[in-house]
């Protein structure tokens, strides 16, 4: 009963919400990041985040100081994760002046992170590696990742320190599957084989983000175990099957994941298919399409015209908009959420809003 509660009212939201329109120009997305509601101001900063080189050094310095200085945490998380994507780097005296500053939880991990992507380790890595004994998993995972991003050599350091945590100390693997993820890209054969044996020895396997980086760790230092990698395309969450199957492509082993488009289960041609799009493997486009439109399973024909989506095709886009109109709550809700998420505004199931967003964007 909760559970459909929670579900309609979402719908209600996506349908019946006034519609958004997606900001036209950086001036106008400048004035809503002065807008009195909250969410206004971090679409704002969400989508000046998106301009990447079109953002000038002042326009960036502006979104920095109303954001970061909002009272609500999700303007400042939004703020925290444009700076990230923007990389104004004459800025990044002034993002490590308030990283101390900002105590709230929620937005704690999203600023450690930004600090990250300046990639200036000799500087940043001291300062982000003075959260890593922080109580909070999340803040953990977040210095994990900000020290891999920036090259910090205290990146491999931390990593193989928090894979001797115990359950106790970490009980959902969430800081172990992240050290795991930092051996992936910073982390040498010694240290992969280390991590597989922490995975296999206190069950990683419990946990799907466990399983998920143990697909990746394999792809990358175990290449050759291909019948490892074989079994995690099988796994029961499709977020898991989908890293094991791009992690195939990335060992290598194409032919193998082309033919789990063929396979007879439909949850392993969906996650080809994802993987696919994942691994840009554009000799497996035309089977993308073709099963888009002709898979015998509503499930993989929606999650290839997804991959499609990602890959920015034609196909998917009318497969996207169609979508809208689908009888399906769980799949229209999904295709309102990705045109969302690529144009920034909020037009519900009206399809000829949605195509005509598209239309200005592509122009």
Request: charged share 25%; hydrophobic share 50%.
């Amino acid at each position: 009963m909760r559970c459909a509660l929670v579900l309609t009212c979402v719908f209600a939201l996506l349908v019946l919400a006034p519609a958004a329109e997606a900001f036209e120009s950086l001036s106008q997305a400048r004035r809503a990041l002065g807008h009195k509601q909250a969410a206004e101001r971090a679409r704002a900063a969400i989508w000046i985040g998106n301009q990447g080189e079109a953002v000038s050094r002042g326009l960036a310095a502006q979104l920095l100081e109303r954001t970061l200085s909002d009272p609500h945490p999700s303007v400042r998380r939004a703020g925290w994760n444009a700076m990230a994507r923007l990389r104004v780097r004459s800025l990044w005296p002034e993002l490590r002046r308030r990283l101390p500053f900002e105590q709230t939880p929620d937005v704690m991990p999203a600023a450690i992170i930004a600090l990250g992507a300046g990639r200036m380790p000799e500087i940043d890595g001291p300062i982000v590696d003075a959260f890593s004994d922080h109580p909070s998993p999340s803040i953990r995972v977040a210095v994990l990742t900000s020290l891999t991003d920036m090259g910090a050599p205290q990146a491999i350091v931390r990593a193989r320190e928090m894979l001797a945590l115990s359950d106790t100390q970490d009980p959902t693997w969430a800081i172990r599957a992240a050290a795991m993820l930092t051996v992936c890209r910073a982390g040498g054969i010694e240290d992969g084989a280390h991590a597989a044996r922490v995975y296999a020895d206190q069950k990683g396997h419990r946990f799907w983000f466990a399983r998920s980086a143990y697909a990746r760790l394999v792809s990358v230092h175990l290449p050759d175990q291909v019948a490892v990698l074989a079994t995690l395309v099988r796994d029961e969450d499709p977020r898991v099957g989908v890293t094991a199957a791009t992690g195939l492509a990335r060992a290598g082993h194409i032919q193998t994941l082309l033919g789990y488009l063929r396979a007879n289960e439909a949850r392993v041609r969906a996650v080809a298919a994802a993987a696919v799009a994942q691994a840009r493997l554009e000799s497996a486009y035309p089977r993308l399409r073709r099963m888009a439109r002709h898979d015998t399973s509503r499930r993989v024909r929606w999650t290839a015209a997804k991959a499609l989506w990602h890959l920015e095709d034609p196909l998917g886009e009318r497969l996207v908009l169609l979508a809208v109109s689908s009888a399906e709550p769980a799949i229209w809700a999904e295709a309102v959420a990705l045109l969302a998420r690529r144009t920034g505004a909020a037009h519900g199931r009206n399809v000829s809003a949605w195509r005509e967003e598209l239309r200005r964007r592509r122009s």
